[in-house]
């Protein structure tokens, strides 16, 4: 039985659906990331979880009891959001037990169990500091051990490191990792970070303005994406629109014999770039020039036009290129993924 169940869940602002009919299962001791851009309903999600926020429609489910209507309180539901909350007046190990001396833990099992997650969370000598004396990835420390100290059934992270700089991000990460692996916790992250996205979830769910487009493994979104907006979220695409019949993909003129076969009918090619390989042009491959290029991160970005078509291609020598060079794209058909436009419609 799925740990958390959301069913036709539905919110609206002023008339405006945040969160149109979502239906989605989180697995025990999973690890789901949601992500999507701007305003697109993944934070009113997690309130609705949570019981911050009301839904308009539909249901939420834990171990198989509809818990909708019941209180914050009595949900075994913790949220961590960006701002980390702590008490400003109250010291770490104040912060961390606060929620057990609300339930009524005696204060030796309350300091126990602070000791426990100082060490989990690698933040043995600090108990004693204020909020205002640590860094901000010790206070987002502080407040994931806050959380884990009451116990929940899930928890729930609102991009807790999207305030924090690259090196702090990434050890924070890499520690939620661990207490993941080692809590077995069932865990919803929201993120903006494709990258941390595909290598923090078990699965990602993907939303586009309050509707959920795909819930898959990492690797199925980014290899199979279901519709355009999934594909752009996960890497540069190139996007070509056509027809895909007999092993035959048909765009704009140009055909190109693909190893795939399916019945005709409207598609729209995925082509990452860095799955174009730039060759001496050839009779047997797509032939353009190069008109723009870029340096990024070590690897060069060129556009290519080839004809009515522009390719955007990505490899480590390519910024060596010049813009006007004549060359060949030799296309990974095999990696390429086809949208079918009729059924998204």
Not at 169 to 189: A, G, S, Y
Request: one cysteine or more; aromatic letters at 6%.
């Amino acid at each position: 039985m799925p740990r958390i169940e959301l069913k036709e869940l539905t919110k609206r602002y002023n008339g405006i659906p945040a969160v149109e009919r979502v239906s989605m299962a989180v697995e025990d001791g999973e690890l789901l990331a949601l992500v999507g851009h701007s305003g697109c309903g993944k934070t009113t999600i997690l309130r609705m979880i949570s019981g911050l926020t009301p839904p308009d429609e539909g249901t939420v489910w834990i171990d198989g009891q509809n818990i909708t209507h019941r209180k914050p309180e009595e949900r075994e539901v913790v949220m961590i959001f960006q701002e980390n909350l702590l008490f400003p007046h109250l010291t770490v190990a104040e912060n961390i037990s606060f929620g057990l001396k609300m339930q009524g833990v005696p204060r030796k099992k309350r300091h126990q169990k602070t000791q426990e997650l100082l060490d989990l969370m690698q933040l043995p000598d600090i108990s004693k500091r204020y909020p205002s004396q640590l860094s901000g990835g010790q206070q987002q420390r502080v407040a994931l051990a806050r959380a884990l100290a009451l116990e929940p059934k899930l928890l729930l992270l609102d991009e807790p490191l999207s305030n924090l700089d690259p090196k702090l991000r990434d050890d924070l990460r890499e520690l939620i990792l661990n207490l993941h692996k080692q809590l077995k916790m069932t865990t919803i992250l929201v993120t903006h970070d494709r990258d941390e996205a595909m290598m923090m979830a078990d699965r990602i769910a993907v939303m586009y303005y309050g509707k959920m487009l795909q819930v898959d493994e990492p690797v199925n979104i980014y290899r199979h994406p279901a519709s355009r907006e999934v594909a752009s979220l996960f890497g540069q695409c190139n996007f070509l629109p056509g027809v895909l019949k007999d092993g035959i993909f048909e765009t704009e003129g140009h055909q190109f014999r693909v190893p795939v076969i399916r019945q005709g009918g409207p598609v729209e090619a995925c082509i990452r770039s860095e799955h174009i390989e730039i060759v001496r042009p050839r009779a047997d491959s797509p032939t353009g020039v190069i008109t723009e290029k870029k340096y990024v991160g070590g690897q060069g970005i060129l556009k290519v036009a080839v004809g009515s078509l522009v390719f955007v291609v990505r490899g480590n020598n390519y910024f060596e290129l010049d813009i006007g060079s004549r060359v060949g794209l030799d296309i990974d058909w095999s990696r390429v993924s086809f949208i079918n436009l009729s059924r998204c419609s």
